[in-house]
């Protein structure tokens, strides 16, 4: 686990968010949501959530892929996608 991937642990395991199971996925972080948890909702505004949470982050960034995931459906996000992520075709 590299020290940015821990310290977006620690910023989400904070955020007290009740049924949600937050942990690490190799270098990525596994998000388990209720399963009443609107996925659409949460992508639309992952984001702007995501860069105001980041403002207490004060290592390096790196590449981070969030695995989101309600019992039934599921996305990704990557956070400081690399050159391999912006170049899939």
Same mark, same amino acid.
């Given at each position: 686990m590299? *020290?940015?991937q821990q310290k977006w642990l620690d910023i989400l395991h904070n955020a007290? =968010?009740?049924?949600w199971e937050i942990k690490p996925l190799d270098n990525? *972080?596994?998000v388990e949501m209720p399963h009443v948890t609107d996925l659409k909702l949460i992508r639309d505004i992952l984001? !702007?959530?995501l860069a105001a949470l980041s403002l207490d982050i004060e290592v390096p960034k790196?590449? =981070?892929? &969030?695995h989101f995931h309600n019992g039934y459906e599921n &996305? !990704?996000?990557i956070l400081n996608p690399n050159d391999g992520d912006l170049n899939r075709e």
């Open positions: 590299n *020290i940015y007290n =968010l009740p049924g990525d *972080i596994y984001p !702007e959530t790196s590449r =981070l892929k &969030f &996305f !990704e996000y």
